[in-house]
């Protein structure tokens, strides 16, 4: 009985060191990413200067050329911790460095200034999925890759919607000087993290930016490729057209705020909770076309919502939940398959290749459903939304489910 308590004791430890990591660089990219060009329409910034702002996404974008660094640098745990240690340690004083320079005088250094937090907050989620892919059991994955998913939406969620509430009453320095705390006591848990069960490679690995390439020759890797493209495509444009919906539909911003970034990142920190114990209890196939399911309900809504009229508050909440809950659900199952496809010593730069990829094809479909919205309306955007669904569901039924029985 002692023995199990502290083994469930220890599990809830490792669950909050890995949540702890994931929502530390979330917080300040959410809040950059959400505040910054209120603050610059504000200041009378050009569109020009505020669409420069996308610029900060590069690393994130652009992460998988310096994973196999942080791969062939890794073999054991303290190896691993001491690079998000670092990572992390940039990362704050960067943001540390940012609270006592003016947007408007220093807009330059400042982006450079973020552009390169990024890319240290990068750097340490490099090393924390690699981490978290060794750490975790193929059978216990999913509950890891849930805090990986909830500290993301965690992150939405405070840095995108309620620090910008306090952002009024703090001011910038004081928010930023707070926000590069924040993150420090946030790695407190991993320098206590101990892992008895962590097996570390012997040596550390040999590895070459060719390897990049040869991740694309491994065994059933376009079938695993087909499956992060496709999955979230029923989701993606809807998330991507449903702001500029609520604005048509004449909402106040105030509104939108709460709806989208506090409600909606509260729906998906839910999603992803429950979803690494269902991954668990039934397995990656039963999941898959569990989710598949749920997520051609979700189109099915938005667009019987839309087609019929059906657009009041009560409903679009409801549309909401089910949209951000099902987004929360898949991605943990789509990072949980993704570290299943990981080469040992490579872990690192074969998830972050994985991801990046994902994020290069949820551009492609938020951009085409922006056009499609545009010329044909939103009722025939949840149309196309649904038919990627249920092409998504026959490719689990008749194909991907056979491959994860477990």
């Known amino acids: 009985m002692a023995e199990d308590r502290i083994m469930l004791d220890r599990n809830k430890s490792k669950l909050y060191t890995f949540f702890s ?28 200067a505020i669409g420069m702002l996308q610029l900060i996404k590069l690393p994130w974008i652009i992460k998988f050329l310096w994973a196999p660094v942080v791969d062939r640098k890794t073999s054991g745990l303290g190896t691993y ?27 330059l250094l400042v982006l450079v200034l973020i552009i390169l937090s990024f890319a240290a907050s990068g750097t340490q989620d490099i090393a924390t999925d690699a981490l978290t892919a060794l750490s975790f059991n193929r059978k216990e994955r999913s509950r890891g890759n849930s805090m990986q ?30 926000l590069s705390i924040f993150v420090i006591l946030m790695i407190i848990p991993l320098a206590k ?25 491994q065994r059933r890797i ?37 709806m989208f970034s506090i409600f909606g990142s509260l729906c ?24 598949a399911c749920y997520i051609l309900f979700t189109g099915l809504y938005f667009t019987g919502m839309s087609g019929f009229q059906l657009l009041s508050t009560v409903n679009l909440y409801i549309g909401i939940f089910l949209l951000w809950s099902s987004y929360g659900l898949a991605t943990v199952l789509i990072y ?40 044909l309306g939103y009722t025939s955007l949840f149309v196309a939304e649904s038919s990627l669904a249920f092409l998504s569901l026959l490719y689990v039924w008749f194909y991907f489910k056979k491959l994860f029985k477990a």
Request: hydrophobic fraction near 50%; glycine fraction near 10%; charge should be positive.
């Open 268 to 291: 998906g920190c839910l999603g992803s909770y429950f979803s690494g114990n269902i991954i668990r209890r039934y397995g990656r196939g039963k999941a898959a076309s569990l989710y």
């Open 21 to 48: 990591l994931y929502i530390a660089q979330s917080i300040p990219m959410s809040l950059f990413s959400t505040l910054l060009p209120v603050l610059m329409r504000q200041e009378n910034f050009s569109l020009t």
């Open 193 to 217: 993290y101990k892992d008895p069960a962590f097996t570390p490679r012997v040596g550390r690995t040999p590895i070459r930016m060719k390897d990049l390439l040869l991740f694309f020759g």
């Open 222 to 258: 376009l079938t695993q490729l087909s499956f992060l493209i496709l999955f979230n495509s029923g989701l993606i444009g809807i998330l991507a057209m449903l702001k500029p919906w609520l604005v048509d539909l004449h909402y106040p911003m105030a509104n939108i705020g709460l």
């Open 81 to 107: 911790k001491r690079w998000i240690f670092y990572s992390e340690f940039v990362y704050a004083f960067l943001i540390l460095t940012i609270a006592f320079l003016n947007l408007k005088t220093n807009f």
């Open 336 to 375: 949980t398959i993704a570290m299943d496809y990981v080469r040992a010593g490579r872990e690192g730069t074969d998830f972050t290749l994985q991801i990046v990829i994902l994020h290069f094809s949820s551009i492609f479909v938020a951009v085409g459903s922006g056009k499609l919205a545009d010329t």
């Open 149 to 178: 998913s909830m500290g993301s939406f965690a992150g939405s969620l405070v840095g995108g919607g309620l620090l910008l509430i306090l952002y009024k009453y703090t001011g910038w320095s004081f928010m930023l000087i707070g």
